[in-house]
């Protein structure tokens, strides 16, 4: 690991002062913020990231640590742990997605010390993004050329993907959040704003390395989320290679709003299959008003990759996807509800 500069701000405006210290300096340097450190540190030691300066923000934990369901939404701070919001008996019994999502994320140890937000801005697991001593690939190296288009890209996207960038967006908890319409609260030099969260994320496009809307020196303070009438029949289905401490190879956040076995309303996000957490409005499209059934299911998931582009070893990602939301809509179907 190379050297670097370290700093403890004790508050936000310590932490945004210090960033904005290090943004305009001569030379400049972007900070990087310091969460839990499950990411950062292992792309610190690949070499695949080299700050010069890291801001350690384990004091903000104090302030934006919160879980806070009330009547209208469920208000999260960004440094919450991702166990304690998924052990969190408010959180399970009325977003359940959101639980599950977090609770089928990584191991017991990481999710005791990773955070909500270091969580939602986690690098892709793309291997040639992870090797530097791969020399193309434009997320890391804007330019270079992208190794996976003709390499091993078994794991790689087929929504949402572009000719210059193939790579899948890892986490879980993000397509909850996508699904269940939620807002992410950022701090900045000019104070906080609040945007939807699914406009966090950026497609790859022609700029595979601007991977989302923050500005430099930006800090995620935490997230809302609107209790709706689809909240609490929710789920997250998630399928992988093994059944435990593993990424999606496909996965789906559903939230249903019934009127007997009718779709009122639906809210369904994908992962595991798209550069960006999915939201699959097609498939929404495609249930809204009909009953719900196998077959109203498998018309749904067939809208979902109605744009999918597969790749030389990842075309087995369309069927699994598309098998992974309809079980998850007739299981989200016949839920149990508690009020
Ligand atoms: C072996 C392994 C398996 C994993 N499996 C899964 C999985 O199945 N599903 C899944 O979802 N995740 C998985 N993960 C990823 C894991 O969940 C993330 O590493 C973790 O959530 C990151 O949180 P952190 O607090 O440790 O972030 P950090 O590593 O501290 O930060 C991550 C990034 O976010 C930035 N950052 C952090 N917090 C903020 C903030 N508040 N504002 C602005 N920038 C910030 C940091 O600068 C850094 O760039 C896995 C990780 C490992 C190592
Ligand atoms: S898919 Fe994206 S992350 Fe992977 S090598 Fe290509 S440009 Fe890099």
Redesign the pocket.
């Known amino acids: 690991m190379r050297a670097f500069d370290y700093a403890r701000p004790a508050s936000l405006a310590e932490a945004l002062l210090d960033a904005r210290q290090a943004l305009a300096a001569d030379p400049p340097a972007t900070p990087?913020?310091?969460?839990?450190?499950?990411?950062?540190?292992?792309l610190m030691k690949l070499d695949v990231?080299r700050p010069g300066r890291i801001v350690d923000?384990g004091a903000?934990r104090q302030e934006?640590g919160q879980i806070r369901p009330d009547r209208d939404a469920l208000h999260l701070g960004?440094?919450a742990r991702?166990a304690e919001v998924a052990a969190h008996p408010g959180v399970n019994a009325a977003y359940p997605v959101i639980a599950q999502?977090l609770a089928?994320?990584?191991?017991a140890q990481?999710?005791n010390?990773?955070?909500l937000?270091?969580?939602v801005?986690?690098?892709t697991r793309c291997a040639y993004f992870r090797d530097p001593s791969w020399r193309a690939c434009n997320r890391r190296t804007p330019g270079s050329g992208c190794a996976a288009l003709d390499g091993a890209n078994r794991g790689h996207a087929v929504l949402g993907a572009s000719d210059a960038c193939i790579a899948t967006y890892?986490?879980?908890?993000?397509q909850a959040l996508v699904a269940l319409e939620a807002s992410v609260v950022i701090a900045g030099a000019r104070g906080r704003r609040e945007i939807p969260f699914a406009t966090l994320h950026r497609r790859p496009g022609t700029t595979p390395h601007l991977e989302t809307g923050?500005q430099p020196g930006?800090?995620?303070?935490g997230f809302v989320v609107p209790a709706r009438p689809w909240t609490r029949r929710s789920r997250y289905l998630k399928i992988?290679d093994r059944q435990s401490?593993?990424?999606?190879v496909a996965s789906a956040a559903v939230a249903l709003d019934l009127d007997g076995e009718t779709v009122r309303d639906v809210r369904i996000a994908l992962g595991g299959l798209a550069s960006v957490p999915w939201r699959a409005h097609e498939a929404e499209d495609a249930l809204r008003g009909r009953r719900l059934d196998e077959a109203s299911a498998q018309a749904a998931a067939q809208a979902a990759f109605s744009g999918a582009v597969p790749r030389a070893h990842n075309a087995f990602k369309i069927p699994l996807g598309q098998a992974t939301l309809v079980r998850a809509l007739l299981e989200v179907k016949s839920m149990e509800i508690t009020q």
Do not use: C, H, V
């Open positions: 990087a913020f310091l969460a839990g450190g499950t990411t950062l540190l292992d990231l923000l903000l934006f960004a440094f991702m999502s089928l994320a990584a191991s990481l999710r010390m990773a955070t937000g270091g969580n801005l986690q690098r890892p986490g879980d908890f993000a923050l930006e800090i995620i303070a992988r401490y593993e990424f999606a």
